[in-house]
């Protein structure tokens, strides 16, 4: 008899824990995220200015691993992944999101600025799309569409002649 060895699991690093913690921030319905997920890292801002933006780091960065967010299901999950495009940096466990905000002359307004963007990114995800119905057209609409064929019809068989 052969041992069979089951393909190792990979190591999750962040359980997701199914009770929303007191200090977590909300990024939707159900959908949230503790603090302490939250990487920010800062630099100073490119563009044009003046004294105060060549020696101020108020470009905020935020890096939140996809697996910190809490409350969404596994098809949220997967639009959320489709919907972050270029917002999605590393592989597999290593999957996070990527912000960036330098509008602000501040640092804290780049840095909410960034979690704003976070939250609705999080909330077009949760929201499941709706499922296309198959209609029927209606006898009226069936009965005009080929009358006017006919119209058609009749007027280029009177061009030929016919």
Known sequence: MHAVSLPEQP??????PRVRPESAISLGPR?????????????????????????TET????????????????????????????????VGTETALRFAASEHRSQKANRDECVERLHDLVLRASIPPKRRRKTKPTRGSVERRLESKRRDSEKKARRRGD
Do not use: C, T, Y
């Open 11 to 16: 190591h999750n690093p962040m359980p997701r």
């Open 31 to 55: 959908a949230w995220v503790e603090p302490a997920a939250l990487e920010f890292s800062f630099s100073r801002s490119g563009g044009p200015g003046g004294q105060h933006v060549n020696k």
């Open 59 to 90: 470009k905020a960065e935020l890096r939140v691993a996809v697996a910190a967010i809490g409350g969404l299901d596994n098809a949220a999950l997967i639009r959320l992944e489709s919907l972050a495009g270029a917002h999605l940096v590393g």
